[in-house]
């Protein structure tokens, strides 16, 4: 990862809170570090700068769900009540990329929340944000069927791949939606048989985004 110094990575903040950020320590994390491990105390804030943050959640069973993603800019809300409540961190996180962002001990992490209205109105809208993703999340456990969740997970990374065919393993889509790699190896092949995609080892085709999107609709 190329190293840029503090004073360009402070011009990357938004201006509400560049101020707060004055002394931050700018830090660079490998692919694959574990963040955070579940009931770990929290001691620093990060803005993230680059790269993608996965929280999750472990099941008894062995089973994961993706509770959501940080990318930059965006909060780990559960960070944040880590430092803020004193508490252990309720899940886990692990780096997906390489990150670059800027930390924040705990300490001047509060100065910044006592000295800044700005910095604090700032983290008071994202958070509201991720608290919105996370009852979507809640709702779509809760309410909606697998075969529509699976459908509707492949759509949304179809287009972010623009069409291209997905490098991921039914494995890698059950620990995603908190299911076991069966129900979605299941799903995946009636989707097949629907002509909606291709199954291939390691990866996914998409034949038709308008039957899928009808799988989705009607699940």
């Known amino acids: 990862m190329a190293r840029s110094n503090h004073s360009d990575l402070i011009t990357q903040l938004p201006p509400e809170i560049k101020e707060s950020f004055l002394n931050a320590q700018a830090v660079e994390v490998p692919q694959g570090t574990q963040l955070f491990r579940e009931m770990q ?3 620093s804030f990060m803005w993230l700068l ?3 943050v996965r ?3 472990h099941s008894p069973e062995g089973r ?3 509770l959501y993603r940080v990318n930059p800019g965006e909060i780990c809300v559960l960070s944040i009540q880590s430092l803020l409540c004193g508490e252990g961190f309720p899940a886990e996180a692990v780096a997906e990329t390489d990150l670059l962002g800027l930390q924040l001990n705990k300490q001047t992490f509060n100065q910044a929340l006592d000295n800044s209205h700005d910095f604090h109105r700032y983290l008071l809208k994202i958070l509201s944000r991720r608290i919105s993703d996370i009852m979507q999340l809640v709702s779509q456990v809760t309410f909606q069927h697998l075969d529509l969740r699976v459908a509707c997970h492949l759509g949304k990374m179809f287009e972010r791949s623009a069409g ?3 490098k991921t393993t039914h494995a890698q889509i059950a620990q995603e939606l908190g299911t076991t790699r069966e129900m979605v190896s299941r799903i995946l092949k ?3 048989r629907m002509k ?3 199954l291939a080892r390691g990866e996914i085709n998409l034949l ?4 899928l999107k009808g799988m989705g609709r009607t699940s």
């Open 50 to 52: 680059e790269g993608t």
């Open 164 to 166: 291209k065919p997905l």
């Open 55 to 57: 929280v999750f959640k």
């Open 190 to 192: 009636e989707l097949e």
């Open 41 to 43: 105390q929290c001691q």
């Open 196 to 198: 909606c995609i291709r």
């Open 208 to 211: 038709s985004s308008e039957e």
């Open 64 to 66: 994961e769900i993706t």
